[in-house]
């Protein structure tokens, strides 16, 4: 599996990106995708994740800023990032994973870099 992220750039506090991440390749109907980012000096973190069954689960400091989506007929997620904040600038990377019998395979795409800064 490949991924492709992209719509990173500079951007006002309290602005708005949007970013895509395309999945190519052996693509398994039961999978989820997912948003992570990190940021300079620290761990990368969780911001988003989605199910192929369009569940989602975000993490406490993007809730009612940020909406994850996908399409299953482009294998795309999308993530929506409203009222940008200085605290959300990182290189944000796009991740999947599928599961077969007992085991998960997880897929990392490129990062895309996010600035907020006026």
């Known amino acids: 599996v490949q991924l492709q992220a992209s719509g990173g750039g500079l951007v006002q506090p309290g602005g708005s990106l949007r970013l895509s991440c395309a999945a190519s390749?052996?693509?398994?109907?039961?999978?989820?995708m997912g948003w992570y980012r990190q940021a300079p000096g620290k761990q990368r973190d969780l911001v988003a994740l989605?199910?192929?069954?369009?569940?989602?689960d975000y993490a406490d400091s993007v809730k009612g800023r940020f909406t994850i989506s996908r399409d299953n007929a482009k294998n795309t997620a999308y993530l929506q990032m409203n009222s940008l904040t200085p605290e959300d600038t990182a290189v944000y990377y796009c991740?999947?994973?599928?599961?077969?019998?007992?085991?998960?395979?997880?897929?990392w795409g490129q990062g895309t870099l996010v600035t907020v800064s006026s």
């Open positions: 991740k999947y994973t599928d599961y077969r019998g007992s085991a998960n395979y997880d897929y």
């Open positions: 390749g052996r693509i398994f109907s039961i999978n989820v």
């Open positions: 989605i199910s192929s069954g369009g569940i989602a």
